[in-house]
């Protein structure tokens, strides 16, 4: 059974710190997912990534997937208030197959303080 | 471009009434099709995926039931329901893992 662990569950920053969410993951898989959620609100993509070594940035945010470590991180440089969310990571759990099923991790609550 | 609807966008229905939820996709053709609730204390968990018309994979025993009666139609139902099917309902789609998997707005239901 795959499972998908994300620490840290809660993280309180200040602004123009640094930090990285990790997602580990149980079993074989070279597909991961970053979701932010704002609260209230539905899931948003923020990164798509499906290789080894498969690294993407957008703003602020950086991700990345080492597939034999089952890990990715993600990483936030400078933060401010705007990025304070929920922040998902997702593994499809269809490894090989054809049609996906995304297996989501508890979650990383992010505020981000002045 | 590809959209996705969900509605109703919140819904407050009584212990053992029925429910209707409808998830519809425009700009594409032949989604997998996803059901996803967010409940407190249960994360984001799958219910029902489709990958063609009249094809319903179940994912989680519980009082509901899913249709694809259209391409791009998908429909969470219940007979009777009850408290513990409180949650946030979200349905997704994709047209291929490689692209990803674009999540609608989702509907709060609330069973009291």
């Known amino acids: 059974e795959l499972k998908v662990e994300q620490n840290p569950l809660f993280l309180s920053m200040q602004e123009g710190k640094n930090y990285t969410i990790y997602c580990n993951y149980s079993?074989?898989?070279?597909?991961l997912y970053w979701y932010r959620q704002d609260p209230g609100k539905s899931l948003e993509s923020l990164f798509v990534?499906?290789?080894?070594?498969a690294v993407k940035q957008e703003g602020r945010l950086m991700a990345s997937l080492d597939t034999k470590a089952r890990l990715s991180t993600l990483h936030i440089t400078a933060a401010v208030h705007d990025l304070s969310a929920t922040y998902f990571c997702?593994?499809?759990?269809?490894?090989?197959?054809?049609?996906?099923?995304?297996?989501f991790g508890k979650g990383t609550k992010l505020s981000v303080k002045p | 471009s590809q959209t996705i609807h969900q509605w109703p966008a919140t819904l407050v229905q009584p212990v053992g009434s029925p429910l209707s939820l409808e998830c519809t996709v425009e700009?594409?053709?032949?989604?997998?099709l996803y059901w996803y609730r967010q409940a407190a204390g249960r994360g984001l968990q799958l219910l029902f995926y489709?990958?063609?018309?009249?094809?319903i994979s179940s994912e989680v025993p519980q009082n509901l039931s899913a249709s694809r009666p259209q391409d791009r139609q998908f429909i969470l139902s219940s007979k009777k329901l009850l408290l513990s099917d409180s949650g946030f309902y979200l349905c997704?789609?994709?047209?291929?893992?490689?692209?990803?998997?674009?999540f609608g707005s989702g509907t709060r239901l609330t069973v009291v």
């Open positions: 997704a789609w994709t047209q291929g893992w490689r692209l990803g998997y674009t």
């Open positions: 079993t074989t898989s070279d597909r």
């Open positions: 990534l499906l290789s080894n070594g």
């Open positions: 997702a593994v499809d759990r269809s490894y090989g197959g054809s049609q996906g099923n995304l297996i």
């Open positions: 700009g594409t053709s032949n989604p997998n």
């Open positions: 489709s990958v063609g018309i009249g094809q």
